[in-house]
């Protein structure tokens, strides 16, 4: 009985010790293929420079990842963990980010015309020099936690502050 309890107790702290997976990089290397990948697990992932338009990432964990200089148009992101993403002068328009968790993203110098961000969180997100008067969605509120500067492009009268 003590044996066990001993064997219970190691493999109890083993288990807490062991690093969590991060990533999953068999999904990432379909993505990077080319696939669909709705609800994966793509964290940190570098998809910078890639052509992946149309595709669904509905649901995906993207956070950390890189998606800069990528182009993603008519792409879902829907109801997506993209904190922390950084998608520098990347080609989204058309992109679905409706109910997207975008916090603390950084969408400078990115073309997001025709996007939809409805429901998104958009705390912390930089639009700095971002192409975005075409997006649907917006709402002044969402934009006043995210940040911008004089060349961000919105639509309407909807303002956005100064990062």
């Keep these: 009985m003590r044996l066990t309890t001993s064997l219970f107790a190691l493999a109890a702290v083993l288990a807490v010790a062991a690093p969590a997976a991060a990533q999953n990089a068999g999904q990432i290397a379909q993505v990077r293929n080319g696939a669909s990948c709705p609800k994966c697990n793509l964290f940190q992932a570098d998809l910078s420079g890639l ?8 649901g995906a964990r993207l956070r950390q990842a890189d998606l800069s200089l990528s182009i993603m148009t008519r792409t879902s992101f829907a109801g997506g963990d993209l904190r922390d993403i950084e998608a520098y002068g990347g080609l989204f328009t058309g992109a679905n980010f ?9 969408f400078v110098g990115t073309h997001l015309q025709g996007a939809s961000f409805r429901g998104a969180n958009l705390t912390g997100t930089n639009f700095s020099g971002a192409e975005m008067d075409r997006a649907t969605g917006l709402t002044q509120g969402q934009l006043n936690a995210a940040c911008g500067d004089g060349a961000t492009r919105l639509p309407g009268n909807l303002r956005i502050p100064a990062c």
């Design 98 to 106: 409706g109910g997207a968790n975008l916090t603390n993203a950084s």
């Design 51 to 58: 052509s992946l338009s149309g595709k669904n990432y509905a």
